[in-house]
């Protein structure tokens, strides 16, 4: 490295002030799949600010280009628009493959494209890493787990997902997503990592995303009935969006392959949690109970000793401080929502 160091010295481009010598020598091209998303436009920040060459590929279904317009023009970063259902040929070290819907209404919308995604998409993404030595990581989910009969899910328990029921699309996708990433893995020789996300909150979700967290928020922050589906004593477990990105990035600079639970392990049932976002937004709204959702996993909460023992990871924002940074955040959607439809 002191070669390559003296070897180069000079020839650092003046345009990366605020990345230092050994940083710009350690940057990589690294793709982000679904980077316009919610995670994924997080994720780019990261790494952007670490100075490494980002490519983005989204086919803009969820994600959109606000979320990573305030990188358009820099040299480092990439654009494409591209749905993974293609093949894709570019050249990078790394691969973050995050494309997919990810919130109920959205993957059930046309649950053929999203199988597609999770399989064809996957199957393209795994091929490209393969073809270019690079290292990939797989977005998975807790879903994966699907209405669990352990409690909490630790990494080695298999799932009980119904194949056929309205969430098959998402979990069996992202079952099958898994299994190609172990057998190219096996096969090629390659290097994997296997991340099982649980569920993630925090600004530049969708407004429309219909997840519990932005409903229960824009609902509160516009004096609406607060919706509950079914009883309310089924649980989540909740996460914010920095931590995730903080244990993904771990994860891929890790020696770890086996799939790791990345998410928040304090739990609470959505009574609970319509409790909590109406204290703390205020107003007046009412809770009420409508019809409950089929399939919807009853108990969910993370094992995450893998991830503590592996990566030294464990989730540092509470729920109150993630929360109110993501009620601001809706705030101002809802503002500049009402100001641009003023005009
Ligand atoms: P998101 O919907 O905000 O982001 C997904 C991105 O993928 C969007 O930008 C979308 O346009 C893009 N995309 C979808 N299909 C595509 C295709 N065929 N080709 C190219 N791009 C495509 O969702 P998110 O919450 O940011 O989730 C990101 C990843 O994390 C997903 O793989 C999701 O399954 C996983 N995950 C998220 C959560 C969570 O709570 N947010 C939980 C578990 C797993
Ligand atoms: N939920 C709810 N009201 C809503 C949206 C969701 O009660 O307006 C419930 C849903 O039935 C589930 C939990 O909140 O039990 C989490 O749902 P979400 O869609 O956020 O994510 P999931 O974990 O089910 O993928």
Redesign the pocket.
Known sequence: LEEKIISLEGRVPKTYPDVNFLNYLKRKRILITGGAGFVGSHLVDRLMSEGHEVIVVDNFFTGRKRNVEHWIGHENFELIHHDIVNPLFIEVDEIYHLASPA??PHYMHNPVKTIKTNTLGTINILGLARRLKAKILIASTS?VYGDPNIHPQPETYWGNVNPIGPRACYDEGKRVSETLTYAYAKQENMEVRVARIF?TYGPRMHMND????S??ILQALQNDVI????S?V?T?SFQYVSDLVEGMVALMSSNYSQPVNLGNPVEHT?NEFASIIKNLVGGHSKVVHVS??ED??QR?RPDISRAKQYLSWEPKVDLNTGLHKTVEYFRNELKRFKYSHRN
Request: hydrophobic letters at 25%.
């Open positions: 919130s109920p879903e569920n219909g997840r519990v967290v409903n229960f919706t509950v589906y079914g309310g089924q989540r959505i409950e959702v919807d996993p969910r």
